[in-house]
Every structure is written in structure tokens, then in C-alpha cells.
T-cell receptor, first 112, second 108 residues
Framework: EPEVTQTPSHQVTQMGQEVILRCVPISNHLYFYWYRQILGQKVEFLVS????????KSEIFDDQFSVERPDGSNFTLKIRSTKLEDSAMYFCASLGRAHGYTFGSGTRLTVV | GIQVEQSPPDLILQEGANSTLRCNFS?????LQWFHQNPWGQLINLFYIPSGTKQNGRLSATTVATERYSLLYISSSQTTDSGVYFCAVHSGTYKYIFGTGTRLKVLA
């Protein structure tokens, strides 16, 4: 079964540092997403990406966040200057017509 | 926006017991999925079920879109069923709204 692959699985970073979270969506999917989950809370939408541009973003997705699909296979989420409250599990997902969302296994980001 | 409520919030079962998890949503939806978040934090797709009934082994799900609810049935529960169960819906845009989850613990 096709998978969405995320790297790294866990990242620890100093407050104020930039981080890039990487995802390889399922190859024939067209819609890509980032979600996050603060420990013990529900999963929250960050941004959706279609046809090489952002199609929708939440109020969480401020100027510190950006997404990119640099080479047609990878899909990245960049946080420019991390804050303590950015500590969360970040999930990438891609959307297929018949099966709905497929989520990656997540990147646990810890900001210290 | 759409509100998604799940019940019960917490559930403790003895191994072998059956359970029903409920997801209510406040408006009509185009799609609905059930996910299991395992103890390692991974979100596992259980069912893509905008309407009707589906079964996969010990798990089955029913969505009654006209009445704005979905049910997830777990039969003969096992300790590996422990974790958090989320339903997620979307309407109009492709953004999924997640419920608050049902935390299930199955005791050996």
C-alpha cells in the first residue's frame, strides 16, 4: 500500500532556529497538507497545497511558516524562527480520490 | 465552521469486549474518515466512509450523513486496539476538521 513518508521522525531544536520538515507524498496524489497536534490535543489543520500553491491556510499558519514542493516529489514545511509553542507532532498528508487522506507517521518537533 | 464531537471521551474495556464510538457533526459533509492514533503517535486510516457501512475484520463503521453522525464498532477488542480514535470530516474545501477523539484503553 502506498505510503506518505516523513523525515525526520523526531527533531530537537533551539528556540529561534529554523527547521525544515520533509514529506514525500503518494506520487499520484494532487493535494498535500500539513497538520499539527500539540501533545494531548486534537489534530489541527495548518495548510493545504495544490497545483504548486497554497490553497488554504489556518490562522496558525502565520509568516513564520512556509511550504514548498521544490522538486515535484518532496513537500516541505519550514518554520523560520521556532518558538516553544511550536513543539508538536507535525503530520503531512496527501489526498487521493478513492481512499481519502493518507497521513505520514509524523515528525515530533521539540523546541527547547 | 463545522463542529465535530466524539463520545465517549474515554473508554476502558476488558479484552474481548465490544464497543461503539460515536462522531456527531454539525453540518453536512462531503467526506468522513476514522483514524486510530497508536501509542507511537501514528495516524492509521481505518475507514473512508462518507456514507453507508463498511467492515474490516473486527472493525466496522456506519455513517448516516442525513442525520450527521458516524459510528465505529470494535468487536472482540484486543490490547493492540488501545489508543485514540479520531473522526475527521470535510465539507466544501478539502480541509479536514478533526474531532477531539475517544481515548480507548483495552485491559488484558
Amino acid at each position: 500500500e502506498p505510503e506518505v513518508t516523513q523525515t525526520p521522525s523526531h527533531q530537537v531544536t533551539q528556540m529561534g532556529q529554523e527547521v525544515i520538515l520533509r514529506c514525500v507524498p503518494i506520487s499520484n496524489h494532487l493535494y498535500f497538507y500539513w497538520y499539527r497536534q500539540i501533545l494531548g490535543q486534537k489534530v489541527e489543520f495548518l495548510v493545504s497545497f495544490y497545483n504548486n500553491e497554497i490553497s488554504e491556510k489556518s490562522e496558525i499558519f502565520d509568516d513564520q511558516f512556509s511550504v514548498e514542493r521544490p522538486d515535484g516529489s518532496n513537500f516541505t514545511l519550514k518554520i523560520r524562527s521556532t518558538k516553544l509553542e511550536d513543539s508538536a507532532m507535525y503530520f503531512c498528508a496527501s489526498l487521493g480520490r478513492a481512499h481519502g487522506y493518507t497521513f505520514g507517521s509524523g515528525t515530533r518537533l521539540t523546541v527547547v | 465552521g463545522i463542529q465535530v464531537e466524539q463520545s465517549p471521551p474515554d473508554l476502558i474495556l476488558q479484552e474481548g469486549a465490544n464497543s461503539t464510538l460515536r462522531c456527531n457533526f454539525s453540518d453536512s459533509v462531503n467526506n468522513l474518515q476514522w483514524f486510530h492514533q497508536n501509542p507511537w503517535g501514528q495516524l492509521i486510516n481505518l475507514f473512508y466512509i462518507p456514507s453507508g457501512t463498511k467492515q474490516n475484520g473486527r472493525l466496522s463503521a456506519t455513517t448516516v450523513a442525513t442525520e450527521r453522525y458516524s459510528l465505529l464498532y470494535i468487536s472482540s477488542s484486543q490490547t493492540t486496539d488501545s489508543g485514540v480514535y479520531f473522526c475527521a470530516v470535510h465539507s466544501g474545501t478539502y480541509k479536514y476538521i478533526f474531532g477531539t477523539g475517544t481515548r480507548l484503553k483495552v485491559l488484558a
